[in-house]
């Protein structure tokens, strides 16, 4: 790895090894690649040059190349990407863009994704290009992580993003809604809860899988202790997520908590059960970090996979989950109000019955994807979204998918907007 970028580099290799794509640092294994690396020195010495990451999915090539510096991530060249040696040397998508072209040009590989990352797990710009054997090259648009790389998705990716073509725009949310169905099945087989605690389940798992990035929770800890519960270990981590999100003021986290108690006592959520051989808090929590936390994790889509969740527990309850007083509004009726309203990026937003916020999340995007100033995106994340929620549970959800989607300071409020006379 670049002695440079020590920190950005095991960034990088945390995020492949969460997508589950296994790349090689500083050249290859491969015979014909690492030949080809021999002869690729960024300044055109003839002599060898090695991208950060290198290693095949399938049958394309992957190249990564990083700085640990984000005011170092592209140059241009009036309107391309310069190829100047100090521009090659110095930013991550020239230097991506030229080991991809070589090793098109030196190996049998012809489909390459190439990837300039710059920054760090805070901070940072993931561009991917597609490079083939011709002389021009494809910027895609940016990307979270690598989970459309890995050998499952890539070539959907592929035809998606590079060859232009449609493909099954329903196929993520169908595989989504079989995922709910089996879990929905599952919390009914092994534990006694609610309707009202089954999403609550679902939410609170979900944010304390976001605490292992920081070292403050992990699957491996749930052993259905008993003088710590599983169901302890992950409340312990959801109240650690809502203040890592600045959660605020404290009576509002404090509401959130309340919701999640539930999971540090119920017995038959910690108890150890026969046929599955752990606690089934385990279980759904293995479940959802398999099958649903990197979707949701890592979408860009406005689409409200967590409110699509709840209305497929309500629709197994009987109905639609209406004879509880919820409508759950789907994606293309949240996207089209946001089109209709014309919504711009210094709007500010206010859904007076919020529900599981998916106007709120679908009109977060339509913005946020109106402007590259992160000033402006940190105003519509931290100021701009309002929203009331009376039911509690209701209401913990709608700030639990806020903060799934990258924003903790939404302005929810759990109360009935009705009643209001005055909203600071």
Same mark, same amino acid.
């Given at each position: 790895?670049?002695?440079?970028?020590?920190?950005?580099?095991?960034?990088?290799?945390?995020?492949?090894?969460?997508?589950?794509?296994?790349?090689?640092?500083?050249?290859?294994?491969?015979?014909?690649?690492?030949?080809?690396?021999?002869?690729?020195?960024?300044?055109?010495?003839?002599?060898?040059?090695?991208?950060?990451? &290198?290693? &095949?999915?399938?049958? @394309?090539?992957?190249?990564?190349?990083?700085?640990?510096?984000?005011?170092?991530?592209?140059?241009?060249? $009036?309107?391309?990407?310069?190829?100047?040696?100090?521009?090659?040397?110095? @930013?991550?998508?020239? #230097?991506?863009?030229?080991?991809?072209?070589?090793?098109?040009?030196?190996?049998?590989?012809?489909?390459?994704?190439?990837?300039?990352? /710059?920054?760090?797990?805070?901070?940072?710009?993931?561009?991917?290009?597609?490079?083939?054997?011709?002389?021009?090259?494809?910027?895609?648009?940016?990307?979270? /992580?690598?989970?459309?790389?890995?050998?499952?998705?890539?070539?959907?990716?592929?035809?998606?993003?590079?060859?232009?073509?449609?493909?099954?725009?329903?196929?993520?949310?169908?595989?989504?809604?079989?995922?709910?169905?089996?879990?929905?099945?599952?919390?009914?087989?092994?534990?006694?809860?609610?309707?009202?605690?089954?999403?609550?389940?679902?939410?609170?798992?979900?944010?304390?899988?976001?605490?292992?990035?920081?070292?403050?929770?992990?699957?491996? /800890?749930?052993?259905?202790?008993?003088?710590?519960?599983?169901?302890?270990?992950? !409340?312990?981590?959801?109240?650690?997520?809502?203040?890592?999100?600045?959660?605020?003021?404290?009576?509002?986290?404090?509401?959130?908590?309340?919701?999640?108690?539930?999971?540090?006592?119920?017995?038959?959520?910690?108890?150890?059960?026969?046929?599955?051989?752990?606690?089934?808090?385990?279980?759904?929590?293995?479940?959802?970090?398999?099958?649903?936390?990197?979707?949701?994790?890592?979408?860009?889509?406005?689409?409200?996979?967590?409110?699509?969740?709840?209305?497929?527990?309500?629709?197994?309850? #009987?109905?639609? $989950?209406?004879?509880?007083?919820?409508?759950?509004?789907?994606?293309?009726?949240?996207?089209?109000?946001?089109?209709?309203?014309?919504?711009?990026?210094?709007?500010?937003?206010?859904?007076?019955?919020?529900?599981?916020?998916?106007?709120?999340?679908?009109?977060?995007?339509?913005?946020?994807?109106?402007?590259?100033?992160?000033?402006?995106?940190?105003?519509?994340?931290?100021?701009?979204?309002?929203?009331?929620?009376?039911?509690?549970?209701?209401?913990?959800?709608?700030?639990?998918?806020?903060?799934?989607?990258?924003?903790?300071? /939404?302005?929810?409020?759990?109360?009935?907007?009705?009643?209001?006379?005055? !909203?600071?």
């Amino acid at each position: 790895m670049a002695k440079k970028e020590p920190k950005t580099d095991f960034w990088v290799y945390e995020l492949l090894k969460e997508a589950n794509i296994s790349l090689e640092p500083q050249g290859s294994t491969i015979k014909e690649i690492n030949e080809a690396l021999k002869t690729a020195s960024k300044r055109g010495t003839g002599n060898s040059g090695y991208p950060e990451f &290198v290693g &095949v999915v399938k049958d @394309y090539l992957i190249v990564i190349e990083d700085k640990a510096d984000i005011a170092k991530h592209k140059k241009l060249d $009036g309107s391309v990407i310069s190829f100047e040696v100090s521009s090659v040397t110095e @930013y991550a998508v020239n #230097g991506a863009l030229f080991y991809a072209k070589h090793l098109a040009r030196l190996t049998t590989y012809k489909k390459i994704f190439a990837f300039g990352i /710059s920054g760090n797990a805070k901070k940072h710009t993931i561009s991917p290009l597609y490079v083939d054997e011709t002389e021009y090259y494809r910027e895609l648009p940016e990307v979270e /992580s690598f989970i459309s790389f890995n050998e499952n998705n890539i070539d959907e990716y592929y035809i998606r993003e590079v060859l232009g073509e449609t493909t099954d725009s329903e196929k993520e949310t169908k595989e989504i809604l079989r995922d709910a169905e089996e879990l929905h099945e599952d919390l009914r087989n092994y534990s006694a809860l609610t309707n009202n605690e089954k999403p609550l389940i679902v939410s609170g798992i979900l944010l304390a899988l976001r605490e292992r990035e920081h070292k403050n929770f992990s699957i491996d /800890s749930l052993s259905g202790d008993t003088a710590k519960t599983d169901g302890q270990k992950i !409340y312990d981590a959801i109240s650690d997520n809502l203040q890592r999100s600045k959660v605020a003021p404290n009576v509002k986290k404090d509401k959130l908590l309340t919701q999640f108690a539930f999971i540090k006592d119920k017995t038959a959520l910690n108890e150890i059960d026969e046929t599955l051989g752990k606690t089934p808090l385990k279980y759904y929590t293995e479940f959802l970090d398999n099958k649903i936390y990197k979707s949701i994790r890592y979408s860009n889509s406005s689409e409200d996979y967590l409110g699509r969740f709840y209305g497929e527990f309500m629709s197994y309850s #009987g109905g639609d $989950g209406q004879e509880l007083g919820i409508i759950l509004t789907p994606k293309h009726i949240t996207e089209l109000f946001c089109d209709l309203a014309d919504l711009k990026a210094d709007d500010i937003v206010l859904d007076p019955c919020c529900g599981t916020a998916g106007f709120l999340i679908a009109a977060m995007h339509t913005m946020l994807n109106m402007t590259d100033d992160e000033n402006i995106k940190d105003s519509i994340r931290r100021t701009q979204l309002h929203g009331f929620e009376l039911q509690p549970h209701m209401f913990t959800i709608a700030t639990t998918n806020m903060i799934l989607r990258g924003d903790g300071k /939404s302005n929810l409020v759990d109360c009935n907007f009705l009643k209001q006379t005055k !909203y600071n």
